[in-house]
């Protein structure tokens, strides 16, 4: 079983900036991929940033330019940097991994960080 552990979120002014973690931990043999999705009440999961093995990297249209993904293979940590955030960024952020055991491929998803963006 693999668990994933988030931290980073908070309260934060319009054009401020936040920074999340997320570091798995359990029986990984190895990452396929690495990243965070979010949802607000009443709206479906949506993807925000991904990262994949050889560090490609995937950004949901309306946070590029303002978001970077980074991760730690070594310590099997992904951060997900805020910056210039915007009230319709407020959501609960939700890690995302994807990855291998010694049998087969699995998901497995964090519990989820609130992210505020309101002055």
């Known amino acids: 079983q693999v668990h994933l552990v988030e931290s980073g979120g908070g309260l934060v002014q319009p054009g401020g900036s936040l920074r999340l973690s997320c570091a798995a931990s359990?029986?990984?043999?190895?990452?396929?991929?690495m990243g965070w999705y979010r949802q607000v009440p009443g709206k479906q999961r949506e993807l925000v940033a991904m990262v994949l093995n050889g560090g490609i990297t995937n950004f949901a249209d309306s946070v590029k330019g303002r978001f970077t993904i980074s991760r730690d293979n070594a310590k099997n940590t992904v951060w997900l940097q805020m910056n210039s955030l915007k009230p319709k960024d407020t959501a609960v952020y939700y890690c995302y991994c994807n990855y291998r055991t010694t049998v087969t491929q699995h998901a497995a998803w964090g519990q989820g960080t609130q992210v505020t963006v309101s002055s």
């Open positions: 359990g029986s990984i043999v190895s990452i396929n991929a």
